[in-house]
């Protein structure tokens, strides 16, 4: 069975640009989470959506992250504009079931370098 | 005091060793609590649950002291292959420790 997909695996930009990290979540999951994971501040929580609703974007960096789910099976993450501070590896993660119980499934997350 | 703070490492033992980590977390009320394994570039996945009893999985053992506020793993007979990041987690999805780096050394 496949598991939740991300893409791009890489990434490398200019500061400025923009960045738009795509998750295909595990079918059936109604949980999608985005992390973010840097060696100063670990895996940190930026938005989860159950059934594609956002429910708590507390997470959020700033104005110029964005994430949305259009439908079951595909949430995005933008970054506009990019600044080199957002290199880090972006996660995506679902779950079916309870929040806080089960496991949480991770995608192979996105590298991203912004210089 | 940070929601959760796990010791940093790392924790360099021989092959065939005990070794023990904790996780101390403030929130009182956090109800769910997990450690997750993640190698070297790779994405977390689930060790085990942590139970109010104290569970174990082989020669993983997990334990939970509310009174004191800490979550403890101990692995038992360390392989090479135990080298790892352990995170715990103490209010999924919430609040990840940053992790504890363990190498395992022939």
């Known amino acids: 069975d496949a598991g939740v997909i991300q893409s791009p695996r890489h990434e490398v930009t200019e500061m400025g640009q923009e960045v738009t990290l795509r998750c295909k979540p595990i079918?059936?999951?109604?949980?999608l989470f985005w992390y973010r994971q840097t060696m100063m501040r670990g895996l940190e929580l930026l938005i989860y959506?159950?059934?594609?609703?956002?429910?708590?974007d507390s997470g959020m960096p700033e104005d110029r992250f964005s994430a949305k789910m259009p439908n079951a099976s595909f949430s995005t993450l933008k970054i506009q504009p990019s600044e080199p501070r957002d290199s880090a590896v972006y996660f995506c993660?679902?779950?079916?079931?309870?929040?806080?119980?089960?496991?949480?499934?991770f995608g192979e997350g996105s590298r991203l370098t912004v210089l | 005091r940070k929601e959760v703070e796990q010791d940093p490492g790392p924790f360099n033992v021989p092959e065939g060793a005990t070794v023990a980590f904790n996780c101390t977390y403030s929130?009182?009320?956090?109800?769910?609590f997990f450690w997750y394994r993640q190698d070297c570039r790779k994405e977390p996945k689930l060790l085990m649950s942590?139970?109010?009893s104290g569970n174990e999985d082989g020669r993983f053992t997990a334990q939970l002291n509310r009174a004191s506020q800490y979550i403890s793993l101990l692995i038992r007979d360390s392989k090479l292959s135990d080298s790892a990041t352990y995170l715990c987690?103490?209010?999924?999805?919430?609040?990840f420790g940053k992790g504890t780096r363990l190498s395992v050394i022939a």
């Open positions: 993660a679902s779950k079916g079931g309870l929040l806080d119980t089960g496991e949480l499934f």
């Open positions: 987690v103490v209010k999924q999805p919430l609040v």
């Open positions: 942590v139970y109010s």
């Open positions: 079918s059936g999951h109604d949980y």
């Open positions: 929130n009182s009320a956090s109800q769910s």
């Open positions: 959506f159950n059934n594609n609703v956002p429910i708590d």
